[in-house]
T-cell receptor, first 114, second 113 residues
Framework: DAGVTQSPTHLIKTRGQQVTLRCSPKSGHDTVSWYQQALGQGPQFIFQYYEEEERQRGNFPDRFSGHQFPNYSSELNVNALLLGDSALYLC?????????????FGPGTRLTVL | DAKTTQPPSMDCAEGRAANLPCNHSTISGNEYVYWYRQIHSQGPQYIIHGLKNNETNEMASLIITEDRKSSTLILPHATLRDTAVYYCIVRVVGGTSYGKLTFGQGTILTVHP
């Protein structure tokens, strides 16, 4: 039973560039949530996707956008990268868009913005 | 979601029980207590959750006080691999909540040989 997978593992970009991160949910799960974790901090919720729609959003600017595909996989896009976007980006999957199911996390993508 | 308070760090000897406290004095009736841990630079790992009864699984036990204002995560026989940041999260389950997790700073547990 495959767990949550994320790609790439590491990524280096320069300021102003755009980046796309990918996530495949755990088998049987249909909901994907994205989190940003700055160094030394706990993860911060970015948004959640269910039925290919953004269901809930945290306090992040519009530069952060996402997409969910019919197979439940998801992408996180960040435009006009800033140095402060350097972080570990985590994807978590669960079943259903309500808070009734446990979220399971992937290993994360380490983004470095130079 | 209710706020949680955890000690910033704790130490434990290998083989001994690790007891990690969490205060959630403003918890509501429909909020569960969840525990995750994060080993350095990895994704958070789900440990256990509960509403008001004590819970046990293969990883840990969760003891919730009768008034639900605090809880304790117990790792019965800590190993070096249990060294991690442990997060206590209070989370609404059901209703119209979409289930985001709100992480605090957590407790850094260091298990010593």
């Amino acid at each position: 039973d495959a767990g949550v997978t994320q790609s790439p593992t590491h990524l280096i970009k320069t300021r102003g560039q755009q980046v796309t991160l990918r996530c495949s949910p755990k088998s049987g799960h249909d909901t994907v949530s994205w989190y940003q974790q700055a160094l030394g901090q706990g993860p911060q919720f970015i948004f959640q996707y269910y039925e290919e729609e953004e269901r809930q959003r945290g306090n992040f600017p519009d530069r952060f956008s996402g997409h969910q595909f019919p197979n439940y996989s998801s992408e996180l896009n960040v435009n006009a990268l800033l140095l402060g976007d350097s972080a570990l980006y985590l994807c978590a999957s669960s079943l259903g868009d309500r808070a009734a199911d446990t979220q399971y996390f992937g290993p994360g993508t380490r983004l470095t913005v130079l | 979601d209710a706020k949680t308070t955890q000690p910033p760090s704790m130490d434990c000897a290998e083989g001994r029980a690790a007891n990690l406290p969490c205060n959630h004095s403003t918890i509501s009736g429909n909020e569960y207590v969840y525990w995750y841990r994060q080993i350095h630079s990895q994704g958070p790992q789900y440990i256990i959750h509960g509403l008001k009864n004590n819970e046990t699984n293969e990883m840990a036990s969760l003891i919730i006080t009768e008034d639900r204002k605090s809880s304790t995560l117990i790792l019965p026989h800590a190993t070096l691999r249990d060294t991690a940041v442990y997060y206590c999260i209070v989370r609404v389950v059901g209703g119209t909540s979409y289930g985001k997790l709100t992480f605090g700073q957590g407790t850094i547990l260091t298990v010593h040989p």
